[in-house]
């Protein structure tokens, strides 16, 4: 509290007395006055760059662009003839499924204050998006640097939709639309939702930096209920950022979290119809070549998008979305080359996805080298995983879902803890409260970073792998999972919706 007197005081001296002291108390004035300034109450302006919000804006429907038409052709192209149709049906569906949902109540569930249940999951204190509007703003991870929320929402309601999408292709070819399209809503609200909360929901650098000064100043003042209260503040974050997982694009919210539902759910519906004796081969790789493209495409959008600002990160997110990508790609159709004889295209492709998944959580905070190492591992792990391991296991993940999403997830997301040391070329671990107000690197402490990556990686294996049980329970005893083994024999585009996707 002196140092807030001296403070004001100096303040009403005026530049003129102030010049007049002798040359001792003037550098005494000055340092007074310095530490009062750290002292002094936060105050920020919101300032929304049109740059930031050109990019944000190309990210998001980037990002949709990936899903349909990138995954749904990717997926289609896997599957067989008499089954593509209805797998680009329910990607097309779960988009527009869960971009109403979003605006309805998601939006609300994932990036709200939830009261005391915050630590887990927002509130509906902006369900149907009250209190939104075109003058409202969110931040980013500059202080004093805002988004318009319209385009903050948006570009979160592609990651919502795009995740239960990538689920599908688990269980492709043999579940009931109907059954699907209630697992999905379920799927988001009780999974989705929660998870993005737990990893990415916290005040801001702005409001950590207001809340660690009204800290300081509190314990100066011998305030104590203000002490615990900006404490508080400071700590009403989700569950997975307080443990201080990172995860730049969601290794585990998205990708982590659909392979285990999907790794779920392929094992509770059970193997296709005929498989291991009948021929299930991809129907046309031409098609699934151009839904990966559209993927890599897409996908900077997904990465370089989650700076949320048009900046140096955003560049670094784009290169390490290009090497770590084409490193994966190399590395699944060499130790393919290797131990089968032959480069294949789906191997090319297969890899090409295991490395941007892999280098999602790390697109902001790798280093470009050590995103081609993320992406060499993850390529020839993913491989053996789907080439062998899954064949040892009998499990009919038909489109590979866990094999990639799951395991390339997994690995990235570790790979993030390590990757992100600035010794290693990494971007340093962000610390917003040692200087409120400014973006400084913290100290990198390898035994503190990789227990709170591998927390974060076993909590989404459990809470998805749990949780998804307990939905697929819940359908399959209301309405049934899978389609009649007829209907399947047949093939879902003309049992399930009466169409075929080629007419010759």
């Known amino acids: 509290m002196m140092k807030l007197l001296k403070y004001s005081g100096l303040m009403a001296l005026g530049a003129s007395a102030f010049a007049s002291l002798p040359a001792w108390a003037q550098e005494a004035t000055a340092e007074a006055t310095t530490e009062a300034a750290a002292l002094a109450p936060y105050v920020y302006e919101k300032v929304v760059d049109k740059g930031d919000v050109a990019w944000m804006s190309i990210s998001t429907v980037l990002v949709l662009l990936m899903t349909v038409p990138g995954l749904a052709l990717f997926y289609g192209g896997l599957c067989r003839t008499k089954n593509m149709l209805s797998m680009l049906t329910q990607v097309f569906m779960i988009v527009c499924l869960v971009c109403v949902i979003w605006v309805t109540y998601g939006y609300s569930l994932a990036f709200s204050y939830g009261g005391s249940m915050d630590t887990y999951v927002g509130g509906l204190s902006k369900m149907f998006l009250a209190g939104v509007d075109a003058t409202t703003t969110v931040a980013t991870f500059t202080n004093g640097i805002w988004l318009p929320e319209y385009t903050f929402i948006a570009f979160q309601m592609t990651f919502a939709c795009i995740t239960p999408a990538l689920i599908v292709g688990a269980f492709a070819e043999r579940m009931k639309f109907s059954s699907l399209m209630v697992f999905v809503i379920l799927w988001v609200t009780f999974i989705y939702f929660p998870m993005a909360h737990m990893v990415w929901w916290w005040g801001g650098p702005d409001f950590l930096a207001e809340q660690q000064t009204a800290l300081l100043i509190a314990e100066a003042a011998g305030d104590a209920a203000g002490a615990e209260a900006a404490a508080a503040n400071l700590a009403a974050n989700g569950l997975i950022w307080n443990w201080g997982a990172l995860d730049f694009a969601g290794g585990t919210v998205v990708h982590i979290n659909a392979g285990m539902a999907g790794l779920v759910g392929c094992i509770m519906l059970g193997?296709?119809?005929?498989?291991?004796?009948?021929?299930?081969?991809?129907?046309?790789?031409?098609?699934?070549?151009?839904?990966?493209?559209?993927?890599?495409?897409?996908?900077?959008?997904?990465?370089?998008?989650?700076?949320?600002?048009?900046?140096?990160?955003?560049?670094?997110?784009?290169?390490?979305?290009?090497?770590?990508?084409?490193?994966?790609?190399?590395?699944?159709?060499?130790?393919?080359?290797?131990?089968?004889?032959?480069?294949?295209?789906?191997?090319?492709?297969?890899?090409?996805?295991?490395?941007?998944?892999?280098?999602?959580?790390?697109?902001?905070?790798?280093?470009?080298?050590?995103?081609?190492?993320?992406?060499?591992?993850?390529?020839?792990?993913?491989?053996?995983?789907?080439?062998?391991?899954?064949?040892?296991?009998?499990?009919?993940?038909?489109?590979?879902?866990?094999?990639?999403?799951?395991?390339?997830?997994?690995?990235?997301?570790?790979?993030?803890?390590?990757?992100?040391?600035?010794?290693?070329?990494?971007?340093?671990?962000?610390?917003?409260?040692?200087?409120?107000?400014?973006?400084?690197?913290?100290?990198?402490?390898?035994?503190?970073?990789?227990?709170?990556?591998?927390?974060?990686?076993?909590?989404?294996?459990?809470?998805?792998?749990?949780?998804?049980?307990?939905?697929?329970?819940?359908?399959?005893?209301?309405?049934?999972?899978?389609?009649?083994?007829?209907?399947?024999?047949?093939?879902?585009?003309?049992?399930?919706?009466?169409?075929?996707?080629?007419?010759m």
């Open 271 to 503: 193997k296709r119809v005929g498989y291991g004796k009948e021929s299930m081969a991809p129907h046309s790789l031409v098609m699934t070549m151009i839904g990966a493209a559209l993927l890599w495409v897409g996908w900077f959008g997904f990465n370089a998008g989650s700076n949320l600002e048009s900046n140096s990160i955003a560049s670094l997110a784009i290169v390490n979305t290009f090497v770590a990508t084409a490193a994966a790609g190399l590395a699944w159709m060499l130790a393919e080359w290797l131990m089968k004889g032959h480069p294949s295209l789906l191997g090319l492709v297969s890899g090409v996805v295991s490395g941007l998944v892999a280098v999602t959580p790390a697109a902001g905070f790798a280093g470009p080298m050590g995103s081609i190492v993320l992406g060499l591992i993850a390529g020839v792990a993913c491989f053996f995983f789907v080439g062998y391991v899954k064949n040892a296991l009998k499990l009919d993940d038909s489109l590979d879902v866990f094999g990639i999403h799951g395991l390339a997830g997994i690995i990235g997301a570790l790979g993030t803890g390590i990757l992100v040391n600035p010794a290693l070329g990494g971007a340093g671990i962000p610390d917003y409260l040692t200087q409120p107000g400014s973006l400084l690197v913290a100290d990198y402490d390898f035994g503190f970073m990789f227990m709170a990556q591998l927390k974060a990686v076993l909590f989404t294996v459990c809470f998805s792998g749990i949780g998804s049980y307990i939905l697929f329970m819940v359908v399959k005893a209301v309405m049934g999972l899978r389609v009649k083994e007829d209907v399947e024999r047949e093939g879902l585009d003309v049992a399930e919706h009466g169409e075929r996707a080629y007419n």
